[in-house]
């Protein structure tokens, strides 16, 4: 399930439905202007959701779709040209646990890691996953990280893993 979680933050009003968990949040920023302070009205309202098969831990949006880096369940495409209605048009299983995501161009980079010993995750990798044809991802290759990868960021040439315990890893594409 794709969520919006949002922290304690002063001003902050949090308010509940019944039935299936949501969340409406009103936020008051002040400006100042000179001695003049003007409150303004922030609301967040749910629209649409899917249902992920896993545990979402992780998404990026490009174009019409939102790429789900979805544990287990590897990488989700979703289908979100009508925010209200949602729905899942293809994926792509990653052996390890798919904890971040970051799209560039035709690929999806996911960091991904494994909790062998159940002692928090270790052995990292990124993926590199072809998403030219958003129904039908396929992985393209792979790098084994000395960590724990738990997020990707792409700029130019060089993909930023955070590594957990081994830091930021620094990777050039080519």
């Known amino acids: 399930m794709i969520m919006l979680v949002l922290g304690g933050c002063a001003g902050m009003e949090v308010k509940r439905e019944e039935g299936r968990k949501k969340e409406n949040v009103g936020m008051e920023v002040r400006k100042e202007e000179g001695e003049k302070k003007e409150k303004e009205k922030i609301e967040i309202v749910e629209v649409g959701y899917w249902d992920t098969p896993g545990d979402a831990k992780g998404v ?8 789900v880096a979805n544990g287990s369940a590897g990488l989700r495409v979703i289908d979100i040209s009508d925010p209200s209605s949602p729905f899942e048009v293809g994926y792509c299983n990653t052996p390890r646990c798919a904890l971040g995501v970051f799209v560039s161009g035709n690929y999806a980079y996911v960091a991904a890691s494994v909790d062998w010993n159940n002692n928090g995750y270790d052995e990292g990798r990124l993926y590199i996953i072809d998403v030219s044809n958003p129904s039908s991802p396929s992985e393209i ?3 084994d990280t000395p960590g724990a990868a738990m997020g990707v960021y792409v700029f130019g040439n060089y993909a930023y893993v955070a590594d957990g315990y081994s830091g930021l890893v620094i990777l050039r594409i080519k």
């Open 60 to 67: 990026f949006v490009s174009g019409n779709y939102a790429y």
């Open 141 to 143: 290759g792979y790098y």
